[in-house]
């Protein structure tokens, strides 16, 4: 079904009874001619794409547990495209362009506000590398100014400019295309837009063995629900890549780390857009329900628990509480963690594998959510035509090999 | 916060260390392909279950050592100095459920 205006009053004369669910919950079939894993927003997206823009429409997700569930799921919504190396710059501001008019497109409210993102500077460093990021932007055509701090005071006008704070405000680079969207709509957009288009969406189906031919070509997965053959396997498992690729002998230039957020109770509209700070460790927006959005740093060790040190969260609301003071008495309700693949140059894998028909899309780090429309549509490209996507090509395994990496410090908001 | 044990000065809370990534990973040598040098410097097994790292008490002694730590339920099961032994790996199924962290 389509939703519009009509449909909504149809709906509303009927109650609200009659809205049909929204995607397929289909059995998995014998075989299928690829199969991404990892349903969540990077591999929903990159079913989507392989389907409207490719014509492939006997494939499959499977998902460990629900689709969205995993960090789709826990990020903190921020969506922004001014990093500094030409090759992350495409990459991102592929995403943005997407976010525009991603809800038209599928139909679905992604809640994609631009309603600007302001990264502060607190040390003449700080300003030196915005100013840098401001210059590397502007000549790839990426808007990102500068605001001094009567600007950034306008800007957001709860912001703290008392120059005796620990770490006063000298300033701030703002992308006014940034934003947020909901996170959750993104992947249940994607998921139906998908579903509608032919694509099977299995949940409760964990991969347990990746099947090779005589030639070492993959040739299908073994899951919990039984075994699908497949000549294609794009592994979009964020956190869980390493377990996944060590299946097919892959060892993986990845390590994981708990990243943490946690939310406030709700609160009337006060916060405008979003901030995040470096040098102090925190990022925070509100959302349309009202809660502040909070987001703090990874834990220092390699886990998979979802959860991490409490110290994380304080040393955050720390940063928090000194940049908005008004702020200090809000209670916070929740807090959680997820699980972030990070590379050693903080870029994303969007590429093949030594093994054919494997390939992977990974490394997204601390900062994933922002790229969802981007880097699902660069690799349904790398999937379905075998070849990397023209902005995906430096994003490749090989690069830690050849030495070209793409050193992106600004690939998490907040310094490691 | 987790609470890790320094062979040399007991159990601290985890702020006086830094993790220090996968250890026993040993540097090859100068003659060594590309390859090689990718996988020393870059490739890491990230393995889920228990793994053996090396820590760094960074405010407490100064010096590295290597613990065999779950990484599900981020106990820790040993701590060894640099030299030493490599303790046992328990088998998965003594990892039982994630511990209360310590706060």
């Not at chain 1, 969205?68 to 362009?97: F, K, M, P, Q, V």
């Not at chain 1, 299995?202 to 070492?216: L, T």
């Not at chain 2, 006086?16 to 020393?40: K, V």
Request: glycine fraction near 10%.
């Amino acid at each position: 079904m389509h939703f519009s205006f009509f449909s909504l009053l149809r709906q509303a004369f009927a109650k609200h009874e009659g809205w049909p669910r929204q995607w397929r919950d289909p059995e998995p079939k014998p075989a299928y001619d690829a199969v991404i894993v990892g349903a969540g927003g990077h591999g929903l997206a990159t079913a989507y794409y392989m389907a409207a823009e490719h014509g492939m429409r006997n494939i499959a997700v499977v998902e460990k547990g629900w689709l969205g569930g995993g960090n789709t799921g826990r990020n903190t919504t921020i969506i922004r495209s001014n990093y500094l190396w030409e090759e992350s710059e495409a990459l991102y501001d592929h995403a943005l362009d997407i976010w525009q008019d991603l809800s038209q497109v599928l139909n679905y409210n992604v809640m994609y506000s631009a309603r600007g993102v302001l990264m502060l500077a607190h040390t003449i460093h700080d300003v030196q590398v915005a100013k840098r990021h401001i210059h590397a932007n502007r000549l790839a055509g990426i808007e990102n100014e500068w605001l001094d701090p009567g600007q950034c005071k306008d800007f957001v006008p709860v912001l703290n400019l008392d120059p005796n704070i620990r770490y006063p405000i000298m300033g701030g680079a703002l992308q006014r295309k940034g934003g947020v969207a909901r996170h959750d709509a993104v992947a249940w957009g994607y998921a139906r837009a998908a579903s509608a288009l032919g694509v099977d969406i299995i949940q409760n189906c964990e991969v347990k063995g990746i099947r090779r031919d005589a030639s070492g070509a993959v040739c299908g997965l073994d899951t919990t629900r039984g075994m699908i053959a497949t000549k294609k396997v794009g592994v979009v498992a964020a956190g869980h890549t390493s377990v996944l690729m060590q299946m097919a002998g892959v060892r993986m230039p990845l390590e994981s780390y708990p990243l943490q957020a946690l939310v406030s109770e709700p609160l009337k509209p006060i916060f405008p857009c979003v901030v995040m700070s470096n040098t102090i460790h925190a990022y925070i927006s509100q959302s349309d329900k009202g809660d502040l959005v909070i987001g703090a740093g990874t834990d220092q060790y390699n886990s998979y628990s979802q959860t991490g040190g409490l110290h994380i969260t304080q040393h955050t609301l720390d940063a928090i509480c000194e940049l908005f003071p008004m702020f200090r008495r809000v209670r916070m309700l929740r807090n959680w963690g997820g699980i972030v693949d990070v590379t050693p140059d903080r870029s994303p894998i969007i590429a093949k594998t030594p093994v054919p028909g494997l390939f992977v899309n990974c490394g997204w780090g601390t900062g994933g959510f922002k790229a969802t429309p981007g880097s699902g549509h660069v690799f349904a490209h790398t999937v379905a035509t075998g070849e990397p996507h023209r902005i995906a090509a430096p994003f490749t395994i090989e690069r830690f090999k050849t030495g070209r990496l793409i050193d992106e410090a600004a690939a998490a908001a907040v310094a490691h | 916060m987790l609470l890790v044990t320094c062979p040399y000065c007991g159990p601290r809370p985890e702020i006086e260390f830094r993790q220090a990534g996968e250890a026993h990973i040993a540097r090859p040598a100068i003659t060594c392909s590309d390859d090689e040098w990718a996988d020393f410097l870059y490739m890491r097994d990230n393995h889920k279950g228990y793994m053996r790292e090396r820590w760094r008490h960074v405010a407490g002694c100064g010096r590295f050592f290597n613990v065999v730590r779950h990484t599900v339920t981020d106990k820790f099961v040993a701590s060894y100095k640099v030299g030493e032994e490599k303790p046992a790996i328990p088998a998965e199924a003594a990892a039982g459920p994630r511990v209360e962290i310590v706060r």
